[in-house]
């Protein structure tokens, strides 16, 4: 996948606002049609000047695009992976896509809710996955520009994708001082008492490459996550619906480790690595080590599909 979207954006030389300097707060801003390749989607940058960092997203799939960010000497590069086109962004694997109804699996297809089963279109074997053939990140949301982000809606009706009751739906992205990108998912039933219950589990799905310019694999990263177990899966990486406790084994990232010698000894779904869903506790954990560095706490959804 080629880096960012599909407009101007700074060159690998291009260094960051040094610390300490006057700096106006982080801004939002949308991109002329004109000036991007994801047209007729919107194109929205969120820009914070203190810290170099830089956000593209779009309203189709409320879908990140670009994250533009500083390494440690101050130079400004692609740290996800993504498409430059819209076209492209609709057949890739949920790259940056905000995921809905459920993210990751749902065995079988199937749920049980207040006395009634459930039945959803597996699209990932016999599962359901990330909210089906068309979830969230499959279709365009309504907009709305803030001062530092972008607040995008969505009203999911009654059976989409096989789910019950009709729910309005809200994902805004805001960037902060100092880079911090933060994201707030609400889901509310719509209807009153006589909708239906249902079940909502958010998430967004950027794939990070911290080596910058992706000239290195993830096998490079140093992963710290403070998270004491993980969702077991089966052989196909469905839930099992037990909790695993991570002590003593390669799924242990609490102190961080580097990811390369870890990948082969966590089984994939049939492959080596890592496709499994952390329980996060509050803050992150104390992390050392070198090379390009990611950390987890609560708030920050780790797993993967």
């Avoid at 065995?107 to 809710?113: A, E, M, P, Q, S």
């Amino acid at each position: 996948p080629a880096p960012g979207p599909g407009g101007p954006r700074p060159s690998r030389a291009a260094a960051a606002p040094r610390r300490g300097l006057a700096a106006m707060s982080p801004t939002a801003t949308e991109v002329p049609p004109e000036q991007h390749g994801y047209y007729p989607a919107r194109l929205f940058t969120l820009h914070d000047s203190s810290s170099g960092v830089t956000v593209g997203m779009i309203d189709y799939g409320a879908t990140i695009v670009s994250i533009l960010a500083p390494d440690r000497n101050g130079v400004v590069e692609e740290v996800t992976l993504q498409y430059p086109t819209l076209s492209e962004v609709a057949k890739a694997p949920h790259y940056g896509g905000t995921i809905g109804r459920c993210a990751n699996r749902i065995r079988n297809g199937t749920f049980y809710l207040n006395h009634r089963t459930y039945v959803l279109p597996c699209n990932n074997g016999n599962h359901h996955l990330h909210g089906g053939d068309r979830g969230f990140d499959r279709v365009t949301w309504n907009a709305e520009l803030l001062e530092d982000g972008v607040k995008f809606t969505l009203v999911s009706s009654d059976g989409d994708e096989g789910y019950p009751g009709e729910v309005a739906v809200e994902a805004v992205y805001r960037l902060r001082g100092g880079g911090e990108l933060l994201v707030d998912f609400a889901a509310e039933l719509r209807g009153g008492r006589t909708q239906l219950d249902t079940i909502v589990n958010m998430t967004n799905h950027t794939y990070f490459n911290l080596s910058g310019g992706h000239r290195r694999t993830v096998e490079s990263t140093w992963a710290c996550v403070n998270s004491p177990r993980v969702v077991e899966v089966d052989a196909s990486l469905a839930p099992t619906g037990a909790l695993a406790d991570v002590s003593g084994t390669a799924f242990d990232l609490r102190h961080g480790a580097l990811l390369g010698p870890r990948l082969g000894l966590v089984d994939g779904g049939g492959r080596p690595g890592f496709d499994h869903c952390y329980v996060l506790k509050s803050g992150l954990a104390a992390c050392g080590g070198g090379g390009a560095g990611a950390g987890a706490g609560a708030g920050a959804g780790a797993g993967a599909g």
